[in-house]
Structure formats: structure tokens, C-alpha cells
């Protein structure tokens, strides 16, 4: 039989599964709905993300010092080719991740940098949201920010963490009064305190579809190498997937 006949029969058969797939294949594909990805480990995050045929939701560590960038998918996706084959890396997830740790450390240790704006921002609350934002103002303070009252509920909004950058600043901070309003359903300190970080990470994070240069895509990167938990973003969604060059070759073949 010709190696022609070979391949093209194991394709057909890897359309047929693709187009029938079988209970346990449906199984391992459904996510489960009674766990949430932000409070796991990224070991158990992965272990029950969708299995996509030739990529694997992890990252090669060893990848983030031997690389070579491609560019970006759709402005989007940073494309690295590496010796175990290419890494896909979701821009946003990675700087999330990134900004998520240092404002937790900053904030930590007290060490939180603020950035003065030229022109302060007007901002609106509920009343019922000005009223605890009121008694809060000490606790922005310590997140960087510097929030003064500006009549019966608007407040303004004179300097902000150094980390965002040039973002949304008055989204952010109607954003993080929810948060606030709601200390008590969170509960303890420090749960409050990661929420907290989630949305400014969130907030102050590149955005899928922004274009980036190659100095900083090399910077996103080498960032991302000195996090802790380089695997996931704060909600828990995988931040690389590997397509194996051994999964590439085969696809072709080879």
C-alpha cells in the first residue's frame, strides 16, 4: 500500500473522529461548573481545560529565556517560536498577570508608587456607594490612589496607582467601589485585597487587538518569567498554549 493511500486514509479517520467524537472526548471537553478557575492551583486549572489535539495550555519555562518572536495573531496572540515547537501567549492574560503581582506586593509592603494627574478626573457615585467611599478614602490612599470629595456624591480623582499608565481611571475607580461596597460579602482582609488587584490588573492591562512593538513584547515576556504563577492569569484562564513542532511534523506527515 503507497505511504499516499497510508496518509489518506489516517486523515479521513481523523475527520471521523473529529466529526463524531466520542462520550469521553465530550466528557474531557465540558468544563466543570461547580468549580471556579480563579481559586485553583494552575495544575488543576489545566487539568480541566478543553483538550485541543497538538496544544498543550502550558508553559515552557525554559521557553521565556530561548525564543525567537514571530509577531502577533490578530494584534492578540504573541507568537514565539521555541525549540519544542511554537507558544502562543494571550497578551492580556500575561500582563494581568504581571500587574496582578506587583500591586500585591507593592501594596504588601506599603510601597504602592502613585502618579499625579494634571488635570484631576470627575467622578459620580450612587449615593449610597459615595457614602462608603467617603469613610474609605484612607484605604485608596494605600492602593495609590488619591481621592478628595468634590460635593454631595463626586469626588475627584487626583492621582492614581503608577502601574496603570495612561488608562480609564474614572471606570476603574467606579469598578473598585463596588468592590469596596461589598467588603463584607467577601469576607476576610485579604480576599478584598485580591479582588482589588484582579481589577486593577484588569483595568491596567495591554487589551487584545492593541498592537505592541517588539521591544515591548521582549519586555511582556521577560516579565512574565519573574512572576510566580506564570501558567494563569488572576481568573484563572491559561495564559500559553505549545503547539509541539512533534504534533506540527505529524499533522504533515513527517
Known amino acids: ?10 486523515l479521513a479517520e481523523n475527520h471521523a473522529l473529529s466529526e463524531n ?12 461548573p461547580n468549580k471556579t478557575p480563579a481559586s485553583d492551583t494552575p495544575l488543576e486549572v489545566f487539568h480541566r481545560s478543553p483538550e485541543i489535539k497538538g496544544l498543550s495550555p502550558q508553559l515552557p519555562l525554559e521557553a521565556l529565556k ?16 521555541i525549540e519544542r515547537g511554537l507558544l502562543l501567549v494571550d497578551q492580556h492574560c500575561a500582563h494581568e498577570r504581571i500587574l496582578y503581582e506587583r ?3 507593592s501594596t504588601r509592603e506599603g510601597k504602592t508608587k ?28 494605600g492602593l495609590g490612589f488619591q481621592i478628595e470629595p468634590f460635593g454631595r456624591n463626586t469626588f475627584l480623582i487626583k492621582a492614581v496607582p503608577a502601574l496603570l499608565g495612561d488608562k480609564d481611571y474614572t471606570n476603574l475607580v467606579l469598578d473598585l467601589a463596588e468592590v469596596v461596597s461589598q467588603e463584607h460579602s467577601l469576607g476576610r482582609e485579604e480576599s478584598l485585597m485580591e479582588e482589588i488587584a484582579r481589577r486593577v490588573a484588569c483595568h491596567g492591562a495591554v487589551k487584545s487587538r492593541q498592537n ?6 521582549r ?15 488572576p481568573h484563572g484562564r491559561p495564559v500559553t498554549l505549545l503547539l509541539d513542532l512533534a504534533e506540527i511534523k505529524k499533522r504533515f506527515l513527517r
Open 212 to 217: 505592541l512593538q517588539l521591544d515591548e513584547i
Open 66 to 81: 530561548q525564543y525567537r518572536i514571530l509577531g502577533q495573531l490578530r494584534n492578540s496572540f504573541i507568537l514565539l517560536e
Open 114 to 141: 502613585s502618579q499625579h494627574l494634571l488635570f484631576p478626573e470627575r467622578v459620580e457615585f450612587p449615593l449610597s456607594q459615595a457614602v462608603i467611599i467617603e469613610k474609605k478614602l484612607h484605604y485608596f490612599e
Open 103 to 105: 500591586f500585591l506586593k
Open 21 to 32: 467524537p466520542s462520550k469521553t472526548d465530550i466528557m474531557n471537553m465540558t468544563p466543570n
Open 1 to 10: 500500500r503507497s505511504p499516499v493511500a497510508d496518509g489518506s486514509r489516517k
Open 219 to 233: 519586555a511582556l515576556i521577560e516579565d512574565l518569567g519573574k512572576t510566580q504563577y506564570p501558567f494563569t492569569c
